[in-house]
Every structure is written in structure tokens, then in C-alpha cells.
């Protein structure tokens, strides 16, 4: 038996309760099939990774099952009364309806302030989650005016975390003779929940973005719905699939599948405007890290790295391993913090040996948990690109 096929069959074996009754067992065909998305180059090397993983980390039903129903009971939690603290828990119906979701946002940006204010005096642990603040200039006024618009998500922590990111993306666009428009109602891309495997929540999250952004798209009023996360766009271009089986909802979300697009599409858009307009200190060393949603999910690869250098920076990917996850990958970074760890410090070390001023990437997770392990700067792309105008 080949090394491959004993690996499929042990990932295989390992997941075979997820979501059990609910879906088909996982079998090393179903295995195989997922990892025919990646470069044949490098499917060996992720199948390996992958089973290392999962054997260290995997839980089973039956464990997950004991550890929820400890926790339900448990007086730390609940109290002496633990049927009356969960019937009135509030937090567990986040975004479910109303405005509950830009309620927990504005929640969330406040504890991140205080947060912030209170960096120093916090435990590394701690400090390494909180990201430095960093203020956001004020979206410039339009230069042109535009006869193209796009709705560009808000989505639900890069507001308040990294507000600048999207500002410079709307600056940009808007050099390129492109409107941004931002739909109310709209929120949460839905990965978040999905992820966590809360499948019904993450579809509600799906379908409200889908209300607030149908009557622009059946208007014909925009070209493309825009994210500058890389894991927002690749959910968004997934709501066709998602929905498929939703009567009500499949056709519009399949149109607003393929109207999704990650903002590094935009960058070919992006060259023949700013050329000659960068200024020259601006164009520092480089080093790229493709988040997976972009290079895996997407299959968009190559794309930012050869734009970027196309306007003349010198931008750089890692010798080895640039295939490989950094250990954000949504919440992992905060549930397998250890693993999350081992993965990030293995990914600088990677990038650190090209000696960079910079490290750019595409996604604010990668971003931030990148940043957590190194004093060299992390940036989106796109931050790099509007600080280097003339």
C-alpha cells in the first residue's frame, strides 16, 4: 500500500464521525477528491500535514458531546441554576435578526479600544490578540467621476480592527474610476459560523446578505460585489453552492456568486492608472504570504506578486513551504492556539530568511496572527500600494 493511500485512509478514519447522520461518512475517496484542488507538487506534503494534525487535534463526537455537557452544567459557568442562565443567555442569538449584528459590532469595537488602551499592562498571551490601534485617514474625495460601482462588504471585525484596510481599497478603486458603495444590512460573510460548524446559522448570514444586496445587482446598478479578505471573498463566491437547495434563495444566490470577487482582481485595473504616480521611497522589499482562501480556495495565484512588481516593487514569496497555512485559518488561531503557533513562527521563519521590510498578504486573520509572532511589518497589499502614491 502506497504512502498516499495509507494517508487518505488514516484522514479518513480520523473524521469519520463528523457530523455523522448528517452527512456521508467520510471515505478516503472523499479524501482524495479534496486534495485534487492543490498542485500535484504539493498534495503529498498537505495530505502528511493534515493527518499530523487532525491526530493531534481531532475530537471525537463522543468527547465533544462530554465536554459541551460539562460546560452546560458546570456552576463557573452557569451558576447554580444552569437551565435559567442559558434560557436567558442574549449572546447566543447574535445576528439572527434586527440589528443585533451592528449592535455586536459596535460591542466589539468598544472592548477593542479599551483593549487597546490597555496593551501594556496585558499578558503576552493576550497582548499578541490585540493589535496595535492604528488610525484610519478619512476616505479621500473622489477624483473623477466614476461610472462604474461595486459594493465592497464591511463584513464583522475588520472594522473595528483594521478599518484603514477597506479605506485604502475604496482610494484606490475610486483612482480607477470605480464607486464603492457599502449595502445596509449586510454583514457577517457567513465563514465565520460556518467554520465553527454552525451550517444554519452561517446560511442566515448568507441569505441577509443577500437581501441587502439583491436590489443593487437586480438593478443593474453594480458591476461586482468586492472584499478585501481574501476568506470573505472566497465565501461569498460560494453561496451558490450553499444555497443550491433553497428554492427561495438559489437563483439570486447564484447571481450573486458570480458577481464576487476578491479585491486583488481589480489590481490589472489598478497598474495602468498608478504608474508614475508611486512615489519612489515607497517601493521597499517586499515578501508576499498568499493566504490559502486566495491561492487554495480561489486558485488565484501569482496575480498580486506579479501587479505589484509590474508598478516596481520588489515583492518577493518564500523559498519553501509559501503553500502552506500560517495557522490563522479563522478561529483555529484562537481554539489550537498551540498548533496555530507552531504553524505561524514555521511560516516567519520562511518569509524572515528573504530579509523583507514588509510582510504583505491578502486577508486581515493572516495579517493579524502574522503580526502577533514578528516586529518586522504586516500589511495588506493594499495598504502598501495607497502609501507609496505620490
Known amino acids: 500500500m502506497s504512502n498516499r493511500t495509507l494517508l487518505l485512509k488514516s484522514i479518513a478514519d480520523t473524521i469519520a464521525d463528523y457530523r455523522a447522520g448528517d452527512i456521508a461518512t467520510a471515505t478516503p475517496a472523499h479524501v482524495e477528491r479534496w486534495i485534487k484542488q492543490f498542485d500535484v507538487s504539493v498534495q503529498e506534503p498537505i495530505l502528511a500535514e493534515l493527518n499530523h494534525v487532525l491526530g493531534q487535534t481531532y475530537m471525537p463526537k463522543r468527547k465533544v458531546e462530554k465536554f459541551l455537557s460539562n460546560l452546560v452544567k458546570s456552576k463557573k459557568v452557569a451558576g447554580d441554576d444552569p437551565c435559567a442562565f442559558w434560557k436567558d443567555s442574549k449572546f447566543l442569538d447574535i445576528q439572527q435578526g434586527g440589528n443585533s449584528q451592528h449592535d455586536m459590532l459596535e460591542l466589539f469595537g468598544a472592548a477593542l479600544k479599551v483593549g487597546q488602551a490597555l496593551r501594556p499592562l496585558l499578558p503576552a498571551v493576550l497582548k499578541r490578540k490585540i493589535p496595535l490601534r492604528a488610525d484610519a485617514p478619512a476616505p479621500s474625495a473622489a477624483k473623477c467621476a466614476p461610472q462604474r460601482r461595486v459594493l465592497m462588504l464591511r463584513g464583522c471585525v475588520q472594522p473595528s480592527m483594521m478599518p484603514h484596510i477597506d479605506r485604502a481599497a475604496a482610494r484606490l478603486l475610486d483612482r480607477a474610476g470605480i464607486q464603492v458603495l457599502q449595502a445596509g444590512g449586510a454583514g457577517c460573510c457567513g465563514a465565520v459560523r460556518t467554520h465553527l460548524s454552525d451550517i444554519e446559522g452561517g446560511l442566515r448570514d448568507m441569505r441577509r446578505n443577500i437581501d441587502a444586496w439583491f436590489p443593487w445587482v437586480a ?165 502598501v500600494l495607497e502609501e507609496a502614491l505620490a
Open 219 to 383: 438593478a443593474g446598478e453594480v458591476e461586482a460585489i468586492v472584499t478585501s479578505a481574501s476568506a470573505c471573498s472566497l465565501a461569498i463566491k460560494d453561496y451558490g453552492h450553499a444555497l443550491s437547495q433553497d428554492v427561495e434563495y438559489a437563483d439570486r444566490a447564484a447571481r450573486i456568486s458570480a458577481l464576487a470577487r476578491d479585491l486583488s482582481e481589480y489590481l490589472p485595473e489598478f497598474v495602468p492608472v498608478l504608474i508614475g504616480s508611486l512615489q519612489p521611497d515607497g517601493f521597499k522589499r517586499l515578501v508576499f504570504h498568499s493566504p490559502c482562501t486566495l491561492q487554495h480556495g480561489q486558485r488565484l495565484r501569482g496575480g498580486v506578486e506579479t501587479h505589484l512588481r509590474a508598478l516596481g516593487f520588489d515583492v518577493r514569496v518564500a523559498r519553501s513551504e509559501s503553500h502552506l497555512c500560517c495557522g490563522s485559518a479563522g478561529t483555529y488561531s484562537i481554539l489550537q492556539p498551540e498548533l496555530a503557533t507552531q504553524l505561524r513562527d514555521r511560516k516567519l521563519g520562511n518569509l524572515a530568511e528573504l530579509e523583507p521590510q514588509i510582510i504583505v498578504s491578502a486577508n486581515m486573520g493572516c495579517i493579524q496572527h502574522l503580526q502577533s509572532g514578528t516586529s518586522i511589518p504586516v500589511k495588506h497589499w493594499i495598504e
